[in-house]
């Protein structure tokens, strides 16, 4: 077991701005726009031990019409979890695993859903 993890994710309705920046970077989702998918930003901060943020990252997700966001945040938070936690062992040289994760705190703030 390595060193205490905290983190601090969050996905919530994305800022028209936010949609046409992930659009550009990611042109094949407007696929997902036309099949009536929603936009969604989701955020996640980790910081290790006492220390301030090591990681911070973001993204446009989307939700397909009919799927609760709650499930959509906690897919998310685990697949953002993972490779977060592998780029600070491989990269950064800390020593943090799944099992050091204090229990994460999710928030959805999503109009709707």
Known sequence: MGETVTV??????????EVTEGLERNPGSAR??????????????IAIGEEHDHEFVHSL???????????????????TLDE?????????????WPEDVAKPR???EVAGG
């Open 8 to 17: 601090d994710a969050l996905l919530r309705d994305p800022t028209p701005t």
């Open 32 to 45: 997902l726009a036309e099949r009536g998918w929603q936009p969604l930003w989701f955020e996640v901060r």
């Open 61 to 79: 997700v989307w939700r397909e019409p009919g799927r609760d966001v709650r499930e959509v945040a906690e897919e998310e938070l685990g697949h």
């Open 84 to 96: 977060a936690l592998r780029g600070l062992r491989d990269m950064e040289g800390h020593d943090v």
């Open 106 to 108: 999710l928030r959805v």
